[in-house]
């Protein structure tokens, strides 16, 4: 017995001899034990924005002086997702460099998780609420030992990692400010129940951005469901532009097979880059609008901004939450800045005879006070005589205030029949223009009372006539 005790003082004074770095992995100041946690908490600096150089160690006080935290300011926590080769994906340090531009004094904390993120998917799938939980213990300790409140920590979780960041808000004694999901990941979570994935509980405000929702549920790289307190969906969150066939021929001819992962993660990755590009381009940020369904947004009938139908996508989002859940939609281009400038037409057509076409191309060209974008493709999959339609047009052209524009009706094939036997006809009065960005409506005349417009023919050219603001 007495061996034993001496056994047991001696291993007392050798832990008490241990570094307080050492001993705080072990057992954290205050009683509380951190021997679980197997994530690691890297403060990157705006100087080295690629390697984990420091780590904020839970239960050691000393770790956030050794890093310099900075307690003053806000804490941004970037959780990564799924990783085949166990390494950090080339988007990490973008967004580490974006967020300490836009935040130059803030703490951007990378949480790596990379040994259980890199099993079989639905491994780390489930993985997920290990680290939600490591992530917690590690907010929590912030509060207890470092007085750092959680309403100044935001989550931004990519894939699974943001199920894994809805997780851990639903476990921090207090509730963090807010979580981004970034394309949150579909399978083995889009039918999960709420306490096993993000959800707008998880933080006092929740933004999702879907990017890569095609497929069937629940095989969808991406969520579909909303989950968040604004859920949005760019180009309708099935499919992203520039990550088609030809770009992948593209990169592929210039990079070789290096490269392929990057277009199949192409649509689901591009959630991170509209983020990080809501972040260096404040000044014009894109702009999404509520709607209910994606078929009706691209007949241009949600563009209305009036009780918060439309809000910035990224960082200035406008925190609302509303009782159920808030799905909005917007166009981008395929690569950085991404804000394009969305319109609204709606166009009667008139005609003596009656008349009929589906899938008919239309070009449209709009000229304004600064700029002017020209022939702006649009199908319109049914064209009747005496019937109205509307439909969203988009521009990458900041055109400014607009004075006039032109509507041309493209022909068939060189080879088709109809272009030989019959040339239909359609007689337009007026064009109206809703705007989004500027949510002012306007009203183009024909020069002539009535333009004719012939199909293959010159284009019809309207004048503006009339404009008012939306709001007023």
């Known amino acids: 017995m007495k061996s034993k005790a001496v056994l047991l003082v001696a291993l007392g004074v050798w832990l008490q001899s241990l570094p307080a770095s050492h001993r705080g992995v072990t057992a954290a100041q205050g009683g509380k034990d951190f021997r679980n946690i197997e994530s690691k908490f890297a403060l990157r600096t705006p100087e080295d924005t690629v390697e984990d150089t420091c780590h904020l160690i839970p239960g050691v006080t000393e770790s956030a002086a050794n890093c310099h935290f900075n307690y003053s300011s806000k804490t941004f926590m970037v959780i990564h997702g799924w990783t085949v080769t166990g390494m950090y994906e080339s988007w990490v340090p973008k967004l580490v460099a974006a967020l300490y531009k836009r935040e130059p004094d803030s703490n951007v904390i990378v949480v790596d998780w990379l040994s259980r993120a890199q099993h079989h998917y639905p491994v780390s799938a489930g993985h997920t609420k290990l ?83 095609r497929g069937s549920p629940d095989r969808s790289i991406g969520i579909q469901k909303p989950i968040g307190h604004v859920d949005i969906y760019p180009n309708g969150g099935a499919f992203q532009p520039g990550c088609n066939i030809g770009e992948a021929i593209r990169v592929i001819a210039e990079k070789g097979l290096a490269d392929v992962d990057q277009l199949v993660k192409c649509s689901h990755e591009r959630s991170i880059h ?137 022909s068939d094939s060189y080879f088709s029949w109809s272009r030989w036997w019959s040339s239909p006809t359609f007689a337009i009065d007026k064009i109206r223009v809703k705007a989004g960005e500027t949510q002012k409506k306007v009203i183009f005349c024909s020069r002539n009372k009535v333009s004719y417009l012939e199909k293959g023919k010159a284009p019809a050219v309207f004048v503006k006539c009339y404009d008012r603001s939306l709001n007023r």
């Open 131 to 213: 680290v939600g939980k490591d992530v917690a213990q590690f907010i929590n300790w912030m509060e207890d030992e470092l007085n750092y409140p959680p309403n100044n920590v935001h989550l931004l979780g990519y894939s699974l990692g943001a199920h894994a960041a809805g997780i851990a808000g639903s476990l921090t004694n207090k509730k963090v400010n807010r979580i981004t999901g970034l394309d949150p990941a579909g399978p083995n979570f889009e039918y999960a129940e709420a306490p096993s994935r993000l959800s707008p509980d998880d933080a006092d405000f929740v933004d999702v951005l879907h990017t890569f929702t």
């Open 274 to 410: 509209l983020f990080i590009d809501s972040l260096l381009n404040e000044a014009n940020p894109s702009k999404a609008y509520r709607c209910n369904s994606k078929e009706a947004f691209d007949k241009g009938l949600c563009l209305s901004c009036r009780k918060n139908r439309c809000n910035n996508l990224g960082y200035e989002i406008n925190k609302v939450r509303t009782k159920r859940n808030s799905k909005m939609y917007l166009k981008t281009r395929s690569q950085m800045p991404y804000k394009v400038f969305h319109y609204q037409m709606k166009i009667h057509f008139s005609g003596t005879e009656s008349t009929t076409k589906t899938n008919q191309v239309f070009e449209i060209s709009l000229y304004g006070t600064l700029a002017e974008s020209e022939n702006i493709p649009v199908t319109l999959p049914e064209v009747s005589t005496n019937k109205t339609y509307s439909f969203l047009i988009y521009t990458e052209v900041d055109v400014g205030e607009l004075l006039m524009m032109k509507l041309k009706w493209n």
